[in-house]
């Protein structure tokens, strides 16, 4: 066999194993995506400093890759970053060599964060980055030596002195490159890993006792209690979670603990709603989530920030002509909201939500956007179709609706895991928002059979111990908004949602009735239908809705009280 040969099968495996390895890890989505964003950035970087003989911010920017995502990302991001590359510059037998010393390059990243516990400052970046930077050309160097010499040891050493100079070059622009942009980058890369892989951590606090208390004040028995942050038991249900991650100005962050945001306290008072929690009487210190919502909460004037905002406030029973006049003067002539399958799918619902019947020129350009294969996607006809946006124009286009809904239904149940849950796109990993929508469409469409029933088990498997609703069998992110969208689904309830009712008042009075009166409306409500979620702890259908009465009783009731 012969070096060159010999070589190249190595290379060969090596790359193989790497990528091989990163597949069984089975990204996210959201991650695949950021890893192909940022391997192009790389590859970019070297084609843009073409004219700088090896003066490239390539290996640079492979490294943060690594420090900021784990090995497997920063392998993938170098290989893939010197093989696009070489489409610019020329595929040959260096190409492997290339790839493979990137790839390193991402593993060195990502043993870098181990050994400094995700902290570094600038200058010892920009010196790894540096020395990195030297051993990548050193490696191109022996590469060309076993690629073009008689392998002797006199020729390693031509080929590697011959270099020193370009080596010391590409040193330097990785120290200079690292030193005006490396930490900067490094923050952008971790902030929007770290949204993406959220990991829940129960804050400590122990106050079942209390709720004990109040729940028997309130005339109720049952063998769940729920309580603040902490106190989280094994009969804890999503509607619980969300009532005890309310904020003090009356809003949720995206989990318990985090700041308030306009987007997750709207979901969570749709998903709270569908269980027959009006978003009014969801109180803390004073503070309700609907005037939270009501109020704006820091949210925009978009339109999809509009159309949630809309459908929450009705949920409440509030009024919405002014949210309702903004968004009518962003639907245009063609019907459509900003071209776009989704707002405009979510106009529709709005505006049914505020008692308003969508003009037959919108309906009409929605149904014009189905794609091909029966779904629809973000945008406009000729994308990749996607289930939720497929459910979201389901429930827009509201029941049957001819070979429109047909094909609808019929690319949904198409896109079904063996799990029982839907992905997003075919091919990707089932998860609980998009099963929420793809279950919330074939019940607006009136296609309550098997596969909702399946889905709806999917989504039990994906409740936690605190009571909130996972992302995925692998990942668990965003639970506040994850828990509302799924709260939907489970309570069978398509939008737009119908006013919550207040007890003890008339039409749509804001009076907020006692937390007794409010566990008495929730008891009778939950035994007028039956559980949309299978039991996974052997408990009585019949106790486990008596235990989450109690739970919204209790959460409620301490609300105020602030555990630490």
Not at 346 to 361: N, T, W
């Amino acid at each position: 066999m012969s070096w060159q040969l010999g070589a190249f099968l190595i290379l060969g495996l090596a790359l193989a194993a790497g990528f091989g390895w990163y597949e069984r890890t089975r990204p996210d989505a959201r991650i695949v995506a950021l890893v192909a964003t940022l391997a192009a950035f790389a590859a970019l970087g070297r084609i843009a400093f073409a004219a700088l003989p090896n003066v490239k911010p390539t290996t640079d920017i492979v490294l943060v890759s690594g420090y900021a995502l784990g090995a497997g990302p920063g392998f993938v991001v170098g290989a893939l970053a010197g093989l696009v590359s070489n489409f610019f510059f020329g595929q040959g037998p260096w190409t492997p060599w290339q790839m493979a010393g990137w790839g390193a390059t991402g593993l060195i990243g990502a043993g870098l964060a181990v050994l400094t516990r995700g902290r570094i400052r600038r200058w010892p970046l920009a010196i790894v980055c540096a020395v990195v930077g030297f051993a990548f050309t050193v490696l191109q160097d022996l590469g060309d030596w076993v690629t073009y010499s008689d392998h002797s040891g006199g020729a390693l050493g031509v080929y590697v002195g011959k270099g020193l100079g370009f080596d010391t070059v590409h040193a330097a622009g990785c120290l200079v490159f690292a030193l005006a942009f490396g930490p900067a980058l490094l923050r952008s890369i971790t902030r929007f890993a770290t949204r993406l892989q959220v990991r829940w951590v129960a804050p400590s606090g122990v106050v079942a006792p209390v709720a004990l208390v109040l729940a028997l004040a309130a005339g109720g028995t049952g063998a769940w209690l729920a309580g603040e942050p902490g106190s989280a038991g094994a009969g804890a249900s999503p509607t619980s979670y969300l009532l005890s991650a309310q904020n003090a100005d009356g809003g949720l962050g995206g989990a318990r603990g985090e700041a308030s945001s306009p987007l997750y306290s709207g979901w969570a008072a749709l998903g709270l709603a569908a269980e027959g929690v009006n978003p009014q009487r969801v109180v803390k210190d004073g503070h309700s989530l609907a005037a939270y919502i009501e109020s704006g909460g820091g949210g925009g004037s978009d339109p999809g920030s509009l159309e949630r905002t809309i459908l929450a406030l009705r949920a409440a029973g509030l009024p919405v002509a002014a949210q309702l006049g903004a968004l009518r003067g962003k639907i245009g002539s063609d019907g459509s909201v900003s071209g776009q399958t989704n707002l405009t799918a979510f106009a529709v619902l709005a505006l049914r939500a505020a008692g308003v019947g969508p003009s037959s020129v919108t309906l009409g350009w929605l149904r014009r956007q189905q794609d091909g294969d029966g779904g629809f996607n973000f945008a406009s006809a000729g994308g990749a179709s996607d289930v939720d946006d497929t459910g979201a124009v389901l429930e827009a286009l509201g029941g049957p609706d001819g070979r429109v809904t047909a094909r609808a239904v019929g690319f949904i149940e198409r896109q079904q895991g063996r799990d029982g849950g839907f992905p997003s796109q075919g091919g990707s990993e089932s998860n609980a928002q998009s099963t929420a929508w793809a279950i919330q469409g074939l019940l607006a469409a009136g296609a309550d059979g098997g596969s909702v029933d399946r889905a709806l088990e999917y989504l039990s498997s994906l409740i936690a111990p605190d009571g909130h609703v996972r992302y995925s069998r692998s990942s668990d992110q965003s639970p506040v908004w994850v828990t509302g969208e799924a709260l939907m689904a489970i309570a069978r309830k398509p939008l737009p949602l119908a006013p919550v009712p207040l007890p003890g008042s008339r039409g749509g009075s804001h009076a907020r009735p006692s937390a007794h009166a409010l566990g008495e409306h929730q008891h009778h409500r939950a035994r007028r239908r039956r559980s949309a979620v299978t039991p996974r702890n052997g408990a009585s259908p019949a106790s486990l809705r008596i235990a989450s009465d109690l739970g919204v009783v209790a959460a409620l009731a301490l609300a105020p009280v602030g555990v630490g």
